[in-house]
Structure formats: structure tokens, C-alpha cells
């Protein structure tokens, strides 16, 4: 049988790294799909780049739309990235028949309900594995592997750039901003990194997970996303000595009023095999309710280890080429029909425990003010550290909640930031204990 032929689009980072798996381990994966795959024509901005990558025998081009709209090109694979023209580009395959992988994580969050539909009209694929943690197989265990149960919550360390930058600088003491430059060097951050340190890529996934998990669509703007950049290396000391590691989490859960739908910094005990995540590494936990909770692991980024889901996700394309349409695993793991309406929170009415820094006057009955303020408002407190002062008048209060409403915590966070005996700020970050 002839092999089936892939156009590619993107030649950079994860496009390179998918030409070279789909060249070195051809015979092994020619044996799986059960046909042979070649890229045969292939898009890009600098096409010098497919000499590099020992792309011979490919039609290239700079056209991206030359590709998508190929008689011979049965799966389009897009690995531009970004909102437009990727959109644009995927939407044009689906409306000329063909299936469709990407990795744009972006263009799933913000646009994977149309794209859908689109591809469910014109009975075809769009594969996204590779567009959550890299190379861990999360969307199939979602889709597939757990379809068994009611999932109950999942918590994960979703983007690579952002848990390397917290390690380096907490296991070597390094500036925020030389090693943002190594990841971006090493392939790992986004065209515009804002959006790893601001958690905008983490929303894109977490949205994409919410989705999978509970069955509902595709909801970017209602995720709660807040960043890194405000971490200092004093919380992580601090967390450390109460037997916490920060981590930028992106936490999804099914409540009684709705779904929790967040990225922010998150305060894990220590001994969560989660907390020890470490590096561009990725980390999803997921609670359900037959298996309990399982936990998956691996690159969250770079060439080889995100071309290692695309070139998946192309394979099980071509083991579908021949497969009924009607019967194929649903998109979004759920029937298209059998999507749920349950809301997804805002961020106040979430519930969780808090770590509290602030700097206070250091003298007789501030403490108690503070405590008489979080008592009022319900909160119970778990653990309360003063570190040295600062001079000699001021020290740095750190507190541990139980879990509050975020609400109650906003307004007793303002009763405490305008006490005369506190200054500044009040570094507030979330926990989790996920436990069952
Ligand atoms: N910028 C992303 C990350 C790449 O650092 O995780 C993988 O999606």
C-alpha cells in the first residue's frame, strides 16, 4: 500500500522535531499504523531549514495554503502555532477532507468548538494530543483510558518554561530573567513568553483538560489565570520551612455549584510526588472516582518529546483513514450532543487554603489585630511563622488558613492591608493539598 502522505506546516521547533522522528523510526511506525507515513510537502518561513533536517524528496514551500489545499496531502499536520492564520489554515483542511493534527494548544482553547464542528460535518480528525504537557498521552488517558469513571478534579503542572524557571531559581538561586533566556533557547517558550510566565498557555490546557474531564466546552475566558512573576524567593523559603513547595498549578474541579477553572501559584505539601515535579517536566494528577488518583509524568517540552505526541496522533489518524466516522472517540471525549451546561465558577466562590506574607509594625497586639480580622471573617488559621525583622521596627508575618471562600478572603485581606501597623502588599498565594 502506498504511504500515507503528511503536509506539514511549521518547520521550527516541533515541526523539526516531528520530520526527524517520522524519518528515524519510519519502519517502526510504518509496522504500527499498519502503512508507511512521509511527509510529502512541507510549509516554511526559512526553506533551507528542510536541508538541515535531512528533509530530501518534499515539496516545499513558503505558502502555508499551497499545503492545506494539496489533492495529495491526506493529513494536514499544523505546527504553526498562534491564533491566526492557524485557524484559518486548519479550518480550509477540514473543509477540503482532510485530518488534521496540531499541536496549537491556543487554537484548541480558543477555537477547538468551531473546529469541531467543522471537522464532525465533514467526518473528520483533528488530533491535538501534543497540544497538553508536551509528550505525556494525558488527552488519550482523559479520552480513553479513564472514560470509566466521574472525574472528580484534575491538577497539573502544565507548562515547562514556567516550572523550570521556578526550579532553577529556587535549587540554583538564578535570576528570572537568565533563565527565561535559556528556555527560550532550548526551544521550551512561547513565541511571546509572557504567555508561560503569565499562565496563559497553562489556561489554554487547563481549558482543554476541563473540557475532556467534565464534558463541557471549551470555556478559555472563564479560566482564572494569574503568573509567576510575582514570586519571590523569600515565599519559596518560607513555603519550604512550613513543608511546602510552590508550584504554578493549573487545577480543575468538579464542585456542587460548578467547575473550578484556575492557574495560579499553589502551595503542595512537600510530599506529593507532584511537589518534586522538577524542570521543563509536566505533571498531571487526576482524581476519579473508581481508580482513585493517577498521576502522569514527562516532558512538557522541546522538539523530540512534543513530536513524539504529534507523530501519535498522526498514527492513530491513519489507523482511523478506513474507520466509520460515526464511530470514532468523540473530540472532546464526551458525544458531541452530550456536552453539559454546568457553569464554571468565578475565581471568588472557589475554596481553598492560603498562605498570607505580609510586613507589620513589630510591636505588642499587631498579631492579634490581624488574627481578630481573620477570626471575624471565619478563617482559621494553621500556622503563623515571624521571620526576623526586616529593621527594627517591622517584621514579616507568614500565616497558613484552613480553607475560606475566596471572597471572605478578599475582604479580609483589604480589613488587614489597611491596619496603620501593616505596610505594603499582602503576598497572598493559594493551596492545595491534593488528597483525595
Ligand atoms: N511553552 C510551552 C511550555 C511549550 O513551556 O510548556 C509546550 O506547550
Partial sequence: MEPVKIGLLGLGTVGGGTATVLMRNAEEIARRAGRGIRVDMAAAR?????????????????????????????????????????????????????????????????????????????????????????????????????????????????????????????????????????????????????????????????????????????????????????????????????????????????????????????????????????????????????VGPTLYYGAGAGAEPTASAVVADIIDVVRTLTSDPENRVPHLAFQPDSLSDIPVLPIEDIKTSYYLRMLAADKAGVLAEVTSILGGAGISIEAVIQKDPKNEKQAEIIMLTHKVREKQMNTAIDKIKALDATFGNITRIRMESLGR
Fill in 46 to 290: 526559512e526553506l533551507e531549514r528542510a536541508q538541515e533536517l535531512g528533509l530530501t524528496d518534499v515539496r516545499l514551500t513558503e505558502n502555508a495554503e499551497e499545503v492545506v489545499n494539496d489533492p495529495d496531502c491526506e493529513v494536514i499536520v499544523e505546527l504553526i502555532g498562534g491564533y491566526e492564520p492557524a485557524r484559518t489554515l486548519v479550518l480550509q483542511a477540514i473543509e477540503n477532507g482532510k485530518h488534521v493534527v496540531t499541536a496549537n494548544k491556543a487554537l484548541i482553547a480558543l477555537h477547538g468548538d468551531e473546529i469541531f464542528k467543522a471537522a464532525q460535518a465533514k467526518g473528520v480528525v483533528v488530533a491535538f494530543e501534543a497540544a497538553v504537557a508536551g509528550g505525556i498521552p494525558i488527552i488519550k488517558a482523559l479520552r480513553e483510558g479513564l472514560s470509566a469513571n466521574e472525574i472528580q478534579w484534575v491538577a497539573g503542572i502544565i507548562n515547562g518554561t514556567g516550572n523550570f524557571i521556578l526550579t532553577e531559581m529556587r535549587d540554583k538561586g538564578r535570576d528570572f530573567d537568565d533563565v527565561l533566556k535559556e528556555a527560550q533557547e532550548l526551544g521550551y517558550a512561547e513565541a511571546d513568553p509572557t504567555f508561560d510566565v503569565e499562565g496563559i498557555d497553562a489556561a489554554h490546557k487547563l481549558t482543554i483538560l476541563a473540557s475532556l474531564a467534565f464534558g463541557i466546552p471549551l470555556q478559555f475566558d472563564a479560566c482564572y489565570t494569574e503568573g509567576i512573576s510575582k514570586i519571590t524567593r523569600e515565599d519559596v523559603e518560607y513555603a519550604e520551612e512550613l513543608g511546602y513547595r510552590i508550584k504554578h498549578l493549573g487545577v480543575t474541579r468538579r464542585t456542587k455549584k460548578g467547575i473550578e477553572l484556575r492557574v495560579h501559584p499553589t502551595l503542595i505539601p512537600e510530599n506529593r510526588l507532584i511537589a518534586n515535579v522538577d524542570g521543563v517536566m509536566n505533571a498531571v494528577l487526576v482524581m476519579a472516582d473508581a
